[in-house]
């Protein structure tokens, strides 16, 4: 009896010792809940996929720096209107949101040899969640100065062979009263839309459903179009931002960011 109480105060006395006295022990961060439904929606629909940039990096586990959407090595796409090359030193996650960053400087495609004026931020959700049907998010501030063109878009997974994409949103920042959405699969559709905000002055959540009846778009929770034209394929999710080669930023203009406070996916229920 006497032994067991000995062994016992010694244990104590051990535990004691490996802890600072009035301070908890440290817990390990859980990760950001799931969020139940998308910016005005009531229901039918139950999470899939989603990021809330909580971190201090950008989680390789959910994306990718590069996509089979840019010809050039996965990075670079300039037969597409684009000046800049995409890598992830330019995507930065910190206090809660990404920030995508386009720089003014030059970068030589170590295979093509082509010239890229301009650097900037894509990611993809390739190859850790593909989809065919569903609905989509992004809570966003867009670039104001012009020469810029971010958008939310889906492209299609490996092992697709046709042309599979649905844009939530592009915006041409020359022009703040307008956005477009389009549905490029099947029968095809396209949405244009007259913003009541201006995108590059404060968050607004960009939404797009994609069901077997048709694409719907959204903003801020509201529905602006519909098009019976729908995903024909499974499709993985992109977010970028995007140098304009129609429309170049002025020459003075250096940089300019795309902010992205979470990107959510959810799935019929």
């Known amino acids: 009896m ?38 005005g929606q009531k229901g039918g629909w139950r999470p899939a996929f989603h990021d809330e940039f909580d971190g201090d990096r950008l989680d390789p586990s959910r994306w990718a720096d590069h996509s089979s959407a840019e010809p050039d090595e996965g990075r670079g796409n300039l037969g597409n209107q684009q ?15 990404l920030v995508m960053t386009a720089r003014r400087e030059t970068v030589t495609s170590p295979s093509s040899g082509q010239r890229y004026d301009w650097t900037s931020c894509l990611i993809t959700s390739t190859p850790a969640y593909a989809f065919q049907y569903g609905y989509l998010e992004e809570r966003a501030i867009l670039p104001a100065a012009r020469g810029f063109w971010p958008a939310f878009w889906t492209w299609q997974a490996r092992g697709v062979d046709r042309h599979t994409e649905t844009d939530a949103y592009e915006f041409y920042s020359d022009n703040h009263r307008r956005l477009y959405g389009t549905q490029f699969s099947g029968e095809r559709g396209r949405c244009e839309w007259r913003p009541a905000f201006d995108p590059t002055a404060g968050w607004h959540t960009y939404g797009v459903a994609i069901e077997p009846s048709g694409t719907t778009w959204y903003a801020d929770g509201r529905q602006v179009c519909h098009s019976d034209a729908t995903s024909d394929a499974p499709t993985a999710i992109i977010s970028n931002l995007a140098v304009y080669s129609r429309i170049p930023p002025e020459p003075a203009t250096t940089s300019a960011v795309k902010r992205v406070d979470y990107i959510r996916a959810w799935t019929a229920s």
Do not use: F, Q, Y
């Open 83 to 97: 000046l800049e090359w995409n890598r992830a030193a330019n995507c930065r996650v910190g206090g809660g949101e």
């Open 2 to 39: 006497i032994r067991r109480a000995v062994c016992l105060l010694l244990c104590l006395l051990t535990a004691a010792a490996c802890t600072t006295p009035g301070r908890a022990e440290p817990r390990a961060s859980a990760p950001a809940p799931a969020p139940a439904l998308p910016d």
